[in-house]
């Protein structure tokens, strides 16, 4: 089979834009296509939350769940029917990343029977492990890297959507947050919440660095995706998602440090560090100064102008310290996946945290088993380095902190890459020991 996208991320191949797609997509199987479509669909729309003008009644909320509900189904179909297809799935499956994947989907359906909206939580649970399925599925009949590119495609469709609407549609694409004092913040939202836009533009600046740092294309498809970061860089700041920002910049710097130190980078990172070093030692020195310009500072980033804002988290700490009472009251089962919005009603529709949120939606055993995982990931990223899946599991994790990130009420794009970096190297081992064999 052969397709417009590199093999692995090792392989540097060239793709032109004026080969004929028709021609390629004739070599891929109805069933791999139909997977294909339904993940990309997944990966670009199942975020949307389209409201209305005064932000607080959802559009045509019916339409938007059952068009979600359609790409989750379709991609689905081809990871159940790869599961007597594809011998080497049982390989990944057997491995630690994927059976914990498994063991958390089979809390979220255990969890479902008591939670405050069973059959809600069980669509929610049947779509997480579907779209987690079909990613593994798709990987290892693609290649970890393909998938990587077809999220990178799904999400530039998504934005452009965000951008028109912000443009052209601000009733719309402008989303209107009530701040201290009665007053509102606009913030670009586009086709969902700002801090979802915010995590979604980090994650796509993160797979275009990633993917112009290590794959060869043609010039007018690097300008392209030039371009395209841009504008996610854009739609990051005007988001106004400080945490996004944070686990964007904090991701960059550490998955490309050793740009940063050779060469030019090298020479920009000691003058850059000079000079924040020297600006520490006058604010330390200087306690009247260094108390105004952090007060400053603090309010120049708030966006009510009020430094305890940025000291309290913007609420979370009074969210968290809620949720964490909640959980206490059922630490085994939680109230399933759909129930923060119930429960959080008061406060926000989060718990702003991902492991405060499994552990709300299905326990504390399944909250230990996601810190597991992303402390058994995060090892392996250490000892085994993987450009592509180590930064975005280090984007999710920092997010994580103040982010619920991964599990949304309807699988979604965080699910897919969640579940293709921690599933990645397994399989292009199951991919490389087939062609060893062969």
Known sequence: MSLPIANSMESRT???????IGQRLGNVPLLLLGGMLGLLGALAFNIANLRSEDAAEKVGLDAQVLLKLGFVGLCSLYGGV???????LYAVLSTWPTIVLAMLSGLFFLTSVTALEPLHAFVSAATIAGVMMATVAIALKLGPANVLQLGWLALAIHFAFCWLLFLFVPSIGVFYEPIAGGEFFARMGGLSHPNTLGQYSGLFVILTAVLLRSQRYSQIVRWTMWLSLFLAMGALVLSVSRSSVIATVFTLVVIFRNDWLRGRGLRWTLIGGT???GALVVLVLSTDISEVVGTRLAESFSKSGDADELTSGTGRNVIWNYSLKLIGESPLFGYGLTSSKLLLANYTFYTHNLVLNVALSSGVFAAGL????IVNQLVRAILSPQMAADAILLFIVVNGLMENVIFEYIGAGATILFALSV?????ELARNSVAESN
């Open 370 to 373: 996601t810190l597991l995982l």
């Open 275 to 277: 000079l924040a070093l």
């Open 14 to 20: 060239t793709w032109s834009p004026l080969e004929s």
């Open 423 to 427: 599933t990645w190297r397994a399989c």
């Open 82 to 88: 790869q599961l007597f297809r594809d011998q080497r």
